[in-house]
């Protein structure tokens, strides 16, 4: 094998194993750096916290809409499963789920009457209460986020939006 081959090769696998190591890892990255702005100093995790109004000057994780008032909880399951829940309400609701690698592994619509919608969190080894009636969603690693997204366009429905907000829980599954 002439020396401009195996370096063509050797170039190749390496080009390779960089291409493969970023697609694996950066999710993870980005995961962990989104809790870590979210969390703040008070390393509040398993409550449901409020965002401010969205503005390009308080966006610390992009988000699409400045129409959309948001709730987040990040999630910690390594005292075992969370159980998640929002209040519905008339307008566009949303509740989702990422995990530790960003991927949206839940979503369901909170449009409704004022009733709690929800789902038990839990790592793929952790045991469930079996009275529970709420689908689980499992996770891959013990931190996640869940995301609470409400059509607030103006003051009067953020307001209505917030208000919401502590009917709803994010909270160790007891």
């Known amino acids: 094998m002439s020396g401009r081959v195996l370096f063509l090769i050797t170039t190749l696998v390496t080009a390779a194993a960089v291409h493969l190591f970023v697609l694996l890892n950066i999710p993870t990255f980005v995961m962990v750096r ?3 702005l979210l969390k703040g100093e008070d390393n ?3 409550q449901w916290l409020p ?12 988000r699409a809409s400045p129409d ?3 709730t987040v909880c990040l999630l ?3 005292g075992g499963p969370v159980k998640v829940t929002a209040a519905t309400w008339p307008g566009y609701g949303s509740l989702s789920i990422f995990d530790h690698d960003t991927r949206n592994v839940h979503a369901s619509s909170l449009r409704g009457d004022g009733s709690l ?11 469930t209460l079996p009275n529970t009636d709420l689908p689980v969603v499992r ?10 997204r409400r059509l607030a366009p103006d003051a009067d429905s953020r307001a209505q939006s917030d208000a919401l907000n502590p009917l709803g829980g994010c909270s160790p599954l007891t």
């Open 117 to 127: 919608s929800g789902v038990i969190v839990a790592t793929q080894d952790q045991q």
């Open 139 to 148: 996770l891959s690693d013990e931190t996640g986020i869940a995301l609470i």
């Open 76 to 78: 910690d399951l390594s």
């Open 51 to 62: 965002s401010a109004p969205i503005t390009p000057e308080n966006q610390p994780v992009v």
């Open 44 to 46: 509040a995790f398993n």
């Open 68 to 70: 959309l008032a948001y």
């Open 34 to 36: 989104a809790i870590d």
